[in-house]
């Protein structure tokens, strides 16, 4: 299970370490193995009803994101955010593909790819946490464009994200997330629960 919760986490290390010298020096295999680097990401923050996802949408609705990464990978995997969220977050499902163009919601035919949480095509994350996905391959290069597709089924709740997306993202009624373009979508300028995309570089990348 690939749960996070921001800020804990270093706390119960350096509570199993006992404040001691905890730190392993990588092995040589360890050196040449890829490793997984944020390629994508963006700070979290508390949203208010400005700019909440409005509440329809919330309880059956589809989100899509386009995000250009930085650096490519053989693989990728997204973490999606409920650091300040009041009640649990419902993910019914997901999926990412190489979005056409920014500002569109269309994807590449053929490129699309369900994200799976542990197996599972759904994910529950509590509040306060974050959880990251599967691995999903795909050939990533720097600059793509890639679209990161969410269905939410929430019915109240404090919601996570980053209002400054400087980008557009597209919202949409009922559960969209293997549409190759959405149907009677709105835009905003606002990331939804997305913290980031991560790659699995080769070694040395950062």
């Not at 919601?105 to 994200?115: K, N």
């Not at 559960?175 to 980031?196: F, G, I, M, P, S």
């Amino acid at each position: 299970m690939k749960l996070h919760r921001p800020g804990r986490l270093a706390i119960a290390v350096l509570a199993a370490c006992g404040l001691g010298a905890c730190a392993v020096l990588p092995s040589a295999s360890d050196r040449h193995q890829d490793h997984w680097v944020a390629s994508w990401g963006t700070s979290q923050m508390s949203y208010g009803q400005a700019e909440a996802m409005p509440a329809e949408l919330w309880k059956d609705g589809t989100v899509r994101q386009v995000v250009r990464l930085s650096l490519g990978g053989s693989q990728v995997r997204v973490r999606i955010s409920n650091a300040y969220g009041s009640d649990m977050l419902v993910v019914n499902e997901a999926s990412v593909a190489r979005a056409v163009r920014p500002g569109s919601s269309e994807v590449v035919a053929g490129s699309l790819q369900p994200l799976h949480f542990n197996g599972s095509t759904s994910v529950r994350i509590p509040a306060g946490a974050e959880y990251v996905s599967d691995p999903v391959d795909l050939a990533a290069a720097s600059g793509l464009d890639l679209a990161v597709t969410m269905h939410l089924a929430n019915a109240a709740g404090q919601q996570t994200g980053h209002a400054g997306a400087r980008t557009t993202t597209f919202l949409a009624p009922g559960r969209q997330t293997t549409a190759a373009n959405l149907e009677d979508a709105k835009t905003v300028t606002r990331w939804h629960q997305l913290a980031d995309v991560e790659v699995s570089a080769q070694p040395g990348a950062r």
